[in-house]
């Protein structure tokens, strides 16, 4: 029929089955690309996602994960950024093999699949980033400081539009990864298993002694049983605050609660300031349900 033609000749209108593709194509890519950190490339990219999502401002609407700013100098070289040419890098070759997909949907969609690799909750997934040129970089200083305390992690937090229930949810991401020396600065990982996500950082948080770590580097927090684990200031914020204590407290009880926090708070984070088109959210299969 003619509709058909017309639908042949337009535009490549990309389905959820072919965002499960690209999903496939990166989760295969970490399973294969385990010469890496803790042998997984999926704390980096749930960084990148985060990175790229956090430098929302609710006021002016500007930042947020629509554009992929951080493709472009200043915002790739700001300091908080150091470190995530791994992530992007990483996603190039999957970016050459659909290069329909948005580097912004390409960078939200590896922080979902990572997540959703290393064992956590499942994030459902909204396409419809576009990718904006360097005229959109936002300003350096959107990003927290590990280094302040509960003020600022509600700053920072409260200009993207959270509350304080979903600010504890989303800092359990903590359990994924580690700090590096030549990045942050800081140094070491949160938990004993950096590639799973779980609650640990919050069981860790209120049943651990946490010390001061002694060394020459910037101020972080180690834990007296073993010595190997860290803590940044601002994750021990969240047991000064006894309005944030209260959930970390919940969390690290109630690993289903974190879950389905988390995922929904994660999910918000990654659509901060994009103009969807569509309403509906794809969730993707995870390569061992497959
Ligand atoms: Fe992180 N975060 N983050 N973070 N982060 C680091 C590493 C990871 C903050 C600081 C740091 C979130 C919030 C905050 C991940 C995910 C998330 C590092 C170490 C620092 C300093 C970087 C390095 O040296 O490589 C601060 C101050 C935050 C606000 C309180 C989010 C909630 C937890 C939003 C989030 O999802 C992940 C994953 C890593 C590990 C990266 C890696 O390379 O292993």
């Not at 639908?7 to 989760?27: E, L, M, S, T």
């Not at 001061?212 to 969240?238: E, I, V």
């Amino acid at each position: 029929s003619s509709k058909a033609q017309a639908q042949a000749k337009g535009p490549f209108v990309p389905a959820q089955a072919d965002y499960q593709k690209v999903y496939d194509a990166i989760a295969q890519r970490l399973a294969d690309e385990t010469d890496y950190d803790d042998g997984s490339y999926g704390p980096v990219l749930v960084r990148l996602a985060w990175h790229a999502s956090g430098t929302y401002d609710k006021e002016t609407g500007t930042g947020g994960s629509n554009g992929a700013t951080m493709r472009f100098a200043p915002e790739s070289d700001h300091g908080a950024n150091a470190g995530l040419k791994a992530a992007r890098d990483f996603l190039e070759p999957i970016k050459a093999q659909f290069p329909w997909i948005s580097y912004s949907d390409l960078w939200t969609l590896g922080g979902a699949c990572a997540i959703q690799e290393l064992s956590g909750p499942t994030i459902p997934w909204r396409p419809g980033r576009e990718d904006r040129d360097v005229s959109a970089c936002t300003p350096d200083g959107r990003l927290p400081d590990a280094a302040k305390d509960q003020r600022h992690v509600r700053d920072i937090f409260s200009r993207m539009g959270f509350d304080d229930r979903e600010m504890v949810a989303l800092i359990g991401a903590h359990a994924l990864g580690r700090c590096h020396t030549d990045r942050s600065g800081y140094d070491g990982p949160w938990n004993f298993s950096p590639t799973v996500f779980t609650n640990e950082f919050f069981r860790l948080l209120v049943e651990e002694k946490w010390n001061q770590k002694k060394w020459n580097g910037p101020t972080q927090f180690t834990d007296k049983s073993t010595g190997t684990l860290m803590m940044l200031p601002t994750d021990m914020a969240l047991i000064k605050d006894k309005n944030f204590k209260k959930h970390v407290e919940r969390y690290a009880k109630d690993s289903d609660a974190f879950f389905k926090e988390f995922s929904d708070v994660f999910v918000k984070l990654l659509e901060l300031g994009v103009p969807f088109k569509t309403d509906e959210r794809f969730v993707f299969k995870t390569s061992d349900s497959e």
